[in-house]
């Protein structure tokens, strides 16, 4: 039976087996890896990673697709966790798990930052994701697309942008060319160590009105001084400062 693909979930099949070859070829999974993918859907990545494994771990919000996925793969291979991945503990699967998937683009951005939280758990993660995202994920200051996205991430994980994807890969084809990024997570100590909501809550507040310089964004939030003390500009706008700038603030309002 042909499912018919849902827009709340936003779904978007991948079908092309070139593709579908090559993001499993970058994932390269060993047999005694904890890999887990994120939306299996009809099962484009889950078939080919499990030639390669003897058991994966899915997380599935579709009841349909959980059905099928039951039905095909026998449990003592396929661990189905069925929910949200916005709201999974990825950290009950273990603590060297390896993430995948093609992600639900209308949930992207929310669920990089769920899993972050879980980023002393993860080896690296390997994701299709909208091409613009991917843009914003690996931006350098002072370009369009560096924001609060390209902010949050670069301090915790090393980025590489793995391959392009077009939208004729898909079934039915999204409106939007499509990439494949991976992010591995820095070494503890390899980035200062800080109160990681003050960080967050800086690095929002300053992308909150991107028009706007430093000094009104923040002003309020940190005062005047911590500019003179860092050496930070409060001319310039967030897009112009770097991670470590941020670090910087970060670190003077917390002292």
């Known amino acids: 039976m042909k499912h018919i693909p849902r827009k709340r979930f936003g779904q978007h099949f991948l079908v092309d087996e070139g593709i579908i070859h090559a993001i499993v070829n970058a994932i390269n999974p060993k047999p005694d890896e904890l890999l887990v993918e994120i939306g299996p859907g009809l099962g484009a990545l889950t078939r080919p990673l ?7 771990h899915v997380v599935e919000l579709d009841r349909d697709i959980i059905t099928r996925l039951r039905s095909e ?14 709201k999974f503990d990825f950290g009950s699967l273990g603590n060297r798990i390896r993430v995948c998937g093609n992600l ?3 949930i992207s951005s929310p669920l990089l930052f769920h899993l972050m939280d879980y980023a002393d758990a993860i080896v690296d993660m390997t994701f299709m994701l909208q091409k613009e995202v991917v843009d914003r994920m690996v931006a ?5 697309a560096y924001g609060r996205l390209s902010v949050m991430l670069q301090r915790r994980f090393h980025l590489e942008w793995l391959l392009d994807v077009p939208p004729q890969a898909f079934d039915p084809p999204p409106k939007v ?6 992010l591995i997570p820095k070494a503890s100590g390899s980035y200062p160590g800080l109160d990681e909501k003050r960080f967050a809550e800086i690095v929002a507040t300053a992308f909150s009105q991107r028009r706007k310089t430093l000094r009104n964004t923040l002003g309020r939030l940190i005062g005047e001084e911590a500019f003179k003390v860092t050496g930070i500009d409060p001319g310039l706008r967030a ?13 003077w309002l917390s002292r």
């Open 239 to 251: 897009e112009n400062l770097g991670v470590a700038e941020f670090e910087k603030l970060t670190a």
């Open 140 to 144: 350098e200051p002072s370009t369009s």
């Open 104 to 106: 639900p683009y209308n």
């Open 73 to 86: 793969f026998p449990s003592g291979r396929l661990g189905i966790h069925e929910g949200d991945a916005l």
């Open 50 to 56: 499990l030639e390669r494994v003897p058991h994966l």
């Open 177 to 182: 060319d499509s990439a494949v990024v991976r």
